[in-house]
């Protein structure tokens, strides 16, 4: 079952496919953890389907495969002769999966995209993550969809557009998936989760809006973790003797998680310091002690994603907790 935020979406390439106005490659883009790889899945067995149901817009269902044909059952099985999934691969001699998507890896998928259909009416093929494709690999994948072969469909699923060539960007249909509206979002999580509203508030939170992720750390119970951080930063920020018990506490949370948080609380004191800085603005004309907080908060938002990037060095990660804190504990307007 489809997404609600993501029906958008399937009708618009519905619409496509039942006009007849299939492009030869679709890229769907947007932030991670908003399902678009399970839509391109729902695409790819819909563009192999032999018998799809494009057209009708009074159900879901009708944008979808069938689910039934000998098409559907392949793919579901992982042996369709007629799609191709691009992804990370593990490199050579190890089990560790590669960061990149190679240029062989594109070269073996062009030739087995010339060959003849198998079983479906067209051939499909899913990249996924897009950008992750280094540059020969991304010049190889240009020359195909420059003069396309046959009823070739590709699907490219990206959650930063931006790092994809600008001539690949060019020759693809877009679709832009889209964080929900928090209304929306939290409608999906209470009933999908069966949690009240203050949890699902509370996790949405802590996944920046991704109902997904905040589902994620629903089924984890961590959302409690989530809790006890903004309770801990609050302690901080009016005493500074709260910073030693907060470091026992939130050290023990997973280094990852702990400053994306951190990250995400700045980035909400940022936000309300800029609401304060507009009306001070507005009222006296000064504000000079909000653009210090704007700065203030900017720099450990900008801090906390730094030292998540330092998590592989060797760096002293209590000493960098130890440092983020007492800048948080620092009196407003400092």
């Known amino acids: 079952m489809t997404f609600p935020w993501l029906q958008a979406a399937l009708r618009q390439f519905g619409q496509q496919m039942s006009g007849e106005r299939q ?3 679709i890229l769907l883009s947007g932030p991670v953890d908003l399902g678009k790889l399970q839509l391109a899945k729902e695409m790819s067995a819909a563009l192999l389907c032999l018998q799809p149901g494009f057209g009708n817009p009074a159900s879901d269902r009708e944008f979808l495969a069938c689910g039934q044909c000998r098409s559907c059952q392949l793919l579901t099985g992982g042996a369709h002769p007629d799609f191709r999934y691009l992804t990370f691969i593990p490199k050579e001699k190890s089990e560790e999966l590669r960061t990149v998507i190679i ?10 995209m010339q060959l003849t259909n198998g079983l479906s009416p067209r051939k499909v093929a899913l990249i996924y993550p897009a950008e992750a494709m280094n540059r020969n690999a991304a010049n190889a994948l240009l020359k195909t969809l420059e003069e396309p072969a046959g009823e070739v469909v590709l699907l490219l699923v990206s959650h930063d557009a931006s790092r994809l060539p600008a001539t690949i960007r060019s020759r693809c249909q877009v679709i832009h998936i889209r964080t929900p509206a928090p209304s929306e979002a939290l409608d999906w999580l209470k009933k999908s989760m069966g949690v009240d509203r203050p949890v699902a508030q509370l996790a949405l939170q802590a996944a920046a809006g991704s109902p997904l992720r905040a589902a994620d750390l629903i089924k984890q119970g961590r959302v409690s973790e989530f809790r006890l951080l903004l309770e801990h930063l609050q302690r901080v920020s009016t005493d500074v003797e709260a910073v030693a018990p907060a470091f026992e506490v939130l050290f023990k949370l997973d280094p990852v998680e702990l400053w994306h948080w951190l990250a995400l609380a ?5 936000r309300t310091s800029l609401g304060v800085g507009a009306a001070t603005d507005a009222s006296s004309g000064g504000g000079s002690e909000s653009r210090k907080n704007l700065r203030r908060y900017a720099d450990l938002q900008r801090l906390a994603n730094r030292n998540r990037r330092l998590l592989s060095t060797p760096v002293r990660k209590d000493l960098l907790l130890r440092d983020w804190l007492i800048q948080w504990s620092l009196p407003t307007g400092s």
């Open 23 to 25: 492009p030869h490659a």
């Open 103 to 112: 240029v062989d890896q594109v070269r073996e998928l062009i030739s087995s």
């Open 266 to 270: 700045s980035a909400g004191k940022l």
